[in-house]
């Protein structure tokens, strides 16, 4: 079977995986964010995503553990009144934005990069050879959030929950009680776009039916 790693610590991008029914493993890159940025000089909120998505899938794919196998790395930057918003980390931070964020919109931008780790020549499994694809795709939603309370900040910043997460906000946390619509693809707010990730393997010549593990999704109540 066609090995997909995600290079990514996040519990909600594995959990989308999961809930899709798509077989994977998790190896977590050791990249620093800020470190990358500053070497690029990337600003840009779109070109940002892309660039530490790219990093992250790298890094895992440098591993002797990827040999073999397909590497997914993602990123998520938060784009507001035409600033990119990474994760705050502190309480502060968090709350200056969500005030501003407060009956208001933004973009989120999710960069997604794969790289194929198979043996162009042939897979010594028996599987299909490799196609020696690299290549990525950014997938961007607007996303509408209700007024919020300042008490309702609060007690979110007190949860914990949005101090890693990029824009100081979850869909699908406690923070989706604040967003009211979502324009694009919600998957992507989430932090992996399934169609784009679809849309990546069949350039390295891969079904994502192949990586269905029908054990696994969830079904429909």
């Known amino acids: 079977m066609t090995r997909l790693i995600l290079a990514s610590q996040s519990p909600a991008r594995t959990k989308l995986l999961t809930d899709a029914g798509i077989a994977h493993e998790i190896l977590v890159s050791d990249v620093d964010e800020d470190a990358v940025q500053a070497r690029y000089g990337v ?16 890094a895992v794919a440098s591993l002797p553990e990827a ?19 990474g ?21 989120l931008h999710t960069g ?22 690299t290549l990525g795709s950014v997938t961007s939603a607007e996303v509408h959030f209700t007024e919020m309370t300042e008490a309702e900040i609060d007690a979110y910043i007190a949860t914990g929950e949005p101090l890693h997460c990029a824009g100081s906000f979850t869909i699908d946390g406690f923070g989706g009680a604040f967003i ?3 324009d694009g693809d919600p998957h992507t707010v989430v932090g992996l776009s399934i169609s ?10 891969v079904g994502i039916t192949e990586l269905w593990d029908t054990g696994t999704a969830v079904p429909a109540e």
Not at 43 to 53: G, R, S, V
Not at 112 to 133: E, F, K, Q, V
């Open 43 to 58: 600003t840009d909120p779109h070109d940002t995503a892309l660039l530490l998505a790219r990093a992250k899938a790298e």
């Open 67 to 85: 040999d073999g196998a397909l590497v997914i790395g993602c990123d998520s930057v938060f784009e507001f009144d035409g600033e990119a918003h």
């Open 196 to 205: 784009t990730l679809r849309g990546l393997l069949n350039h390295a010549h």
């Open 112 to 133: 997604h990069w794969l790289i194929d780790c198979r043996d162009t020549d042939r897979d010594p499994a028996g599987g299909a050879a490799g196609s020696g694809a």
């Open 180 to 182: 009211h619509k979502v």
């Open 87 to 107: 994760k705050p980390y502190t309480a502060d931070v968090a709350r200056e934005r969500m005030l501003r964020m407060s009956g208001s919109k933004g973009v």
